[in-house]
């Protein structure tokens, strides 16, 4: 026999057939080593015995079972490879050309953070997991693949209504799963779902390409919309499918969000970001925040429209005109902002993370705007960060590269791990507030800010404590080596023009107190998710 090839001699036979059959076995491995299938050679038991040259033939055959099985399936998930899906899909739909046939397009939400709070074995487990709830549920005669690391494709032989069913069906068993079913720990939160697209054929003659990327912009609308959720794709574009959405939401109002996006009816405000005793590269920082004209023309909070905004998946839009009327604000004084004299810094929203035309949009605006790029500093979410670190990483590098500086907002309350930091080009870590405000009656918060700081330093980010209200609270944090602070004591928000109209001041140093400045203008201090583009 082979070196894998066992005969298996003695009574039995196949069902239906009813003779009595030897059986020479080879298994059939996978690239890791595993065995993945059986093959097996029958012979009538009054046939000669299997020899060796059996089992060499035997195991010849196997790997080449082997290596079809490896070029055309998925070796985790048991599905068709991505180069072997498109093929059977046109073999499907010919057999069948009147249809119906839709496409699913699913992608496994979070699957970065799962890997990295858990461990890559738990992210495979949640993949395999989903291969074998679609293998079971798919309907005769569709077909499914792996078409990239969390990303899946499905062809349907169904109209619809019933891919709908079925993508919900997906979309809900994923959701229901437990740590435990998947061999996490219960902390950190594990979330599993998945965001679906769903593009039924429009006509017979369809090109199978075109509607698997109908079904693949209807997955990253889902996604853009707070992911766990399925999208039928809408011929319409997106604008269609936001005001569809919009009016299956109560309380968002698309009207009014697009009528102050595009009728003038924002405005950009400022607050100080002043510099410690302590900070080794004592440049002002200012943060963009953002403010809604009442009817009477006054500033007001943006907390409603933002909400509205993040609800109905505008939020990207409300990032770029921030980041245009910031540019032409400053586009006049670009000479004083030459080598970073001052710093302005523009808050970019998860869902801009996810916006494919963002990035590649932003990185142009700040290549072209004629400013110099170490005036800017782009400020993230640590939890969004997070949730999109494939994304954010990458946007992050290329503003880097420009020069811009990055800052990590909220820091100590999410999930970053110190591995997640060290991919991460930053410049600085802005302490969240709730242990800012505690720091002189609480130790836990006083310890937690100390290593935050030390972190920080150790890192060579500089450090920004938020919520700074008392000259107390500021005092207390200069003496334990925070670099920024950012609050009432500091500095109230005032319009940007007012900050544009002294940057010839701040420029030159005259006002770079250590510790804060007296600010201009009124307005509230800047408050967790008031202000924010996100």
């Not at 720990?185 to 965001?195: G, I, Y």
């Amino acid at each position: 026999m082979g070196q894998e090839a066992a005969a298996l001699d003695g009574p039995g036979s196949l069902p239906g057939i009813g003779l009595p059959l030897r059986a020479l076995v080879s298994t059939v491995r996978n690239p890791a080593g595993r065995a993945s299938a059986l093959l097996v050679l029958f012979r009538r038991s009054d046939a000669p015995e299997f020899r060796r040259r059996d089992g060499l033939l035997a195991d010849l055959l196997a790997r080449r079972a082997a290596a079809v099985i490896e070029a055309r399936y998925d070796s985790l998930t048991g599905l068709f490879a991505r180069h072997a899906f498109e093929p059977r899909v046109r073999q499907l739909v010919a057999e069948k050309p009147a249809g119906p046939w839709t496409f699913l397009y699913i992608d496994a939400d979070r699957l970065h953070s799962i890997n990295d709070n858990h461990g890559m074995q738990v992210g495979d487990r949640l993949l395999v997991k989903l291969g074998e709830l679609i293998r079971a549920r798919l309907i005769p005669g569709g077909a499914a693949a792996r078409m990239s690391g969390d990303r899946f494709a499905i062809l349907l032989p169904a109209a619809e209504a019933d891919a709908m069913n079925f993508a919900e069906g997906l979309r809900t068993a994923i959701a229901a799963l437990t740590p435990q079913s998947l061999g996490a720990a219960p902390e950190p939160k594990l979330v599993s779902s998945l965001s679906v697209g769903v593009a039924p054929f429009p006509s017979a003659d369809a090109d199978p390409r075109v509607v698997l990327g109908a079904a693949e912009s209807a997955c990253r609308a889902a996604k853009r919309r707070g992911r766990n959720r399925v999208e039928l794709y809408s011929p319409g574009g997106d604008t269609t499918m936001i005001s569809q959405v919009g009016a299956a939401l109560p309380g968002a109002d698309a009207d009014a969000v697009r009528m102050i996006l595009e009728g003038n009816k924002l405005s950009l405000h400022a607050q100080l970001i002043a510099p410690l005793p302590a900070c080794s590269a004592p440049t002002p920082h200012f943060e963009l925040l953002l403010r809604v004209q009442d009817e009477q023309g006054n500033p007001v909070g943006p907390a409603r429209f933002l909400g509205d905004a993040k609800t109905l998946n505008l939020m990207s839009a409300v990032d770029r005109w921030v980041v245009r009327e910031t540019l032409a604000q400053l586009r006049p004084r670009a000479a004083l902002l030459e080598g970073g004299t001052v710093v302005l810094t523009i808050n970019i929203s998860g869902q801009s993370l996810v916006d494919e035309q963002f990035a590649e949009w932003l990185v142009a605006q700040v290549r072209n705007s004629g400013i110099d790029p170490q005036a800017l500093c782009f400020e993230f979410c640590e939890d969004e960060v997070m949730e999109h670190q494939a994304e954010a990483e990458e946007l992050m590098h290329e503003l880097r590269g420009l020069g811009c500086r990055i800052a990590l907002d909220d820091f100590g309350t999410g999930n970053a791990s110190l591995a997640s930091l060290r991919a991460l080009p930053l410049t600085m870590l802005k302490i969240d507030g709730s242990f800012v405000r505690d720091v002189l009656k609480n130790p836990r918060a006083e310890a937690m800010v100390q290593g935050l700081t030390h972190l920080a330093r150790s890192a060579g980010f500089l450090s920004v404590a938020e919520s700074v209200e008392t000259d107390e609270v500021r005092l207390r944090l200069a003496g334990m080596g925070v670099d920024f602070a950012q609050g009432f004591a500091v500095g109230r928000p005032g319009p940007l023009a007012e900050a544009m109209r002294d940057l010839p001041t701040w420029a030159s140093g005259g006002r770079r107190r250590r510790g804060g400045a007296p600010e201009r203008g009124g307005g509230e201090e800047r408050g967790r998710g008031e202000h924010k583009q996100e």
